[in-house]
């Protein structure tokens, strides 16, 4: 979790725009990483699905022709599916280290921790850390492949994407690859319904947020006076996802002060951008990136852009 003084920041800054939005990245505590590993289970989420079967069905191709000696993601979570990278670099003979990096830090060494009795020759260091600041690394071996999946790059609004690349572009050398996962424009209820799921599991981990400020500010927001709502926004292409408030509110946040909630009004907490090959191509032209080749699945869901450094 971040440290006490920028979440006591970010949250007071949030919570005082017209539109209320907290930062998603404080969803992701221990509890709140483990909600979201369900989410990806789940029959109405096929981002997860989706990005699985393409890394199964290209990454070799993709490595045996790089031969990348360290593998860096951001965003790692439980490193499932590194775990077809790594495979894939173990069978080319080049795997040599791996480096996650993640804000959340118990979830990170749990996993950490399992990657390396599945791959003892490998070195793995983990880097607990923002990844919307400039990295902090450790010395990598040569070439490094960089990955960003999942499609978290939607998370944020383009200028804040675009910052987020180019602090990756930044730690790349000559014959480095970048390699990105990205949720495609599709039909809408398609989209919607995968942040609306049946079993409520997307409700509960959107609201462990308020579990987070709650624990950590000693914050009283009431949860059972919230309501979850995930919508797309056709103008933008993205989910934006909400709390909604279900009556007048008065929280107390000790280090912040007083925060009223009217009834209807709601908090931001998440925003989910929606891709095709040219919003891709924009952004890695902003990060200083060259987007070399372009894959996505045959029903049209899911896309690895793969790139370089300008």
């Known amino acids: 979790m971040t440290d006490r003084a920028e979440l006591v920041r970010d949250v007071a800054r949030g919570l005082a725009m017209p539109q209320k939005e907290l930062d998603p990245k404080y969803f992701y505590d221990e509890a ?14 096929y981002l997860t699905r989706a990005e ?3 890394l199964e069905s290209d990454i070799r191709g993709v490595v045996e022709h790089f031969r990348p000696r360290s593998l860096v993601e951001l965003g790692a979570g439980s490193a499932i599916k590194t775990q077809i990278i790594l495979d894939a670099m173990v069978d080319a003979g080049s795997a040599a280290q791996y ?5 959340s830090r118990e979830f990170l060494e749990g996993s950490a921790r399992r990657l390396r009795d599945a791959y003892p020759s490998i ?3 983990t880097a607990i850390g923002d990844f919307a600041r400039p990295l902090d690394l450790p010395e990598l071996a040569d070439p ?15 200028d804040a994407a675009a910052c987020i690349l180019a602090n990756i572009s930044a730690k790349m050398r000559p014959g480095d690859r970048f390699l990105l996962g990205a949720d495609l424009r599709k039909d809408v209820a398609v989209i919607e319904a995968a942040y609306n799921d049946s079993a409520g599991i997307t409700a509960e981990f959107n ?5 987070v400020l709650n624990r950590e500010l000693g914050a009283d927001f009431d949860l059972s006076a919230f309501r979850h709502r995930a919508v797309y926004n056709r103008e933008l292409h993205r989910i934006e996802m909400y709390l909604d408030s279900t009556r007048e509110q008065r929280v107390f946040i000790p280090e912040i002060g007083e925060i009223v909630v009217a009834e209807g009004e709601s908090i931001r907490t998440e925003l989910s951008c929606k891709y095709d090959r040219q919003a891709i191509g924009r952004l890695f032209s902003r990060a200083g990136l060259c987007l070399d080749q372009w894959i996505t699945d045959d029903d049209g869901l899911f896309a690895l852009a793969i790139g370089g450094a300008l």
């Open 144 to 158: 490094a492949l960089f990955a960003f999946l999942g499609s978290t790059i939607g998370n944020f609004e383009d």
């Open 123 to 125: 070195e793995i260091t």
């Open 32 to 45: 709140g990483s483990a909600l979201f590993e369900q989410i990806t289970e789940l029959p109405e989420y």
């Open 207 to 211: 609201l462990n947020i308020l579990r």
């Open 52 to 54: 699985r079967r393409l």
């Open 99 to 103: 480096v996650p990096v993640d804000v």
